[in-house]
T-cell receptor, first 115, second 109 residues
């Protein structure tokens, strides 16, 4: 399967713990996005990378959140000192900016539950 | 004000019905318009992609964009139970995608 993959698929943690999620984009895709989705809402932009450079972060992204994309391949999203309000689905998407379409391909998501 | 507004539904229709899903947006600079389908506990998948105003048809699906009214629609003809999912409209501008809240559709056999 050559689609976007995310790991883990589910994560249950206690409030105050740190968690890290991984996203492996489609191999030739140079742009990678992270989104958060809560029940009954659409994906909400968190941040995006062009290759290894993080170009924009949402104002909603507190300093407890950090993302990296070393070498422009996989990306990680870390949440420090988790809070119950962080419980959500975290989606990763990738796209190739050299094509005509602005199509992005989503991974299956990581569902985070903070107890 | 959110960039994109979408009626959350839920929308329940009998099999074979024509379904109309709609979104409104506020920023006239948007040029790219998309519809995604999302099954429960899965990531969204792209259904339709349109650039600027007009209609685009793909099988049973038709996407319509009216930039003068800032209104986009997705029509599903001959709806099937397998169409039951959440449908998200999305707009693209300045390297970012903006999503509606999604409309949950249930097609009853």
């Amino acid at each position: 399967d050559t689609g976007v993959s995310q790991d883990p698929r589910h994560k249950i943690t206690k409030r105050g713990q740190n968690v890290t999620f991984r996203c492996d984009p489609i191999s030739e895709h140079n742009r990678l996005y992270w989104y958060r989705q809560t029940l009954g809402q659409g994906p909400e932009f968190l941040t995006y990378f062009q290759n290894e450079a993080q170009l924009e972060k949402s104002r909603l992204l507190s300093d407890r959140f950090s993302a990296e994309r070393p070498k422009g391949s996989f990306s990680t999203l870390e949440i420090q000192r988790t809070e119950q309000g962080d419980s959500a689905m975290y989606l990763c998407a990738s796209r190739y900016t050299g094509g005509y379409y602005n199509e992005q391909f989503f991974g299956p998501g990581t569902r985070l539950t903070v107890l | 004000q959110k960039e994109v507004e979408q009626d959350p539904g839920p929308l329940s229709v009998p099999e074979g019905a024509i379904v109309s899903l709609n979104c409104t947006y506020s920023n006239s600079a948007f040029q790219y318009f998309m519809w995604y389908r999302q099954y429960s506990r899965k990531g969204p998948e792209l259904l339709m992609y349109t650039y600027s105003s007009g209609n685009k048809e793909d099988g049973r699906f038709t996407a319509q964009v009216d930039k003068s009214s800032k209104y986009i629609s997705l029509f599903i003809r001959d709806s099937q139970p397998s169409d039951s999912a959440t449908y998200l409209c999305a707009l693209y501008n300045f390297n970012k995608f903006y999503f509606g809240s999604g409309t949950k559709l249930n097609v009853k056999p």
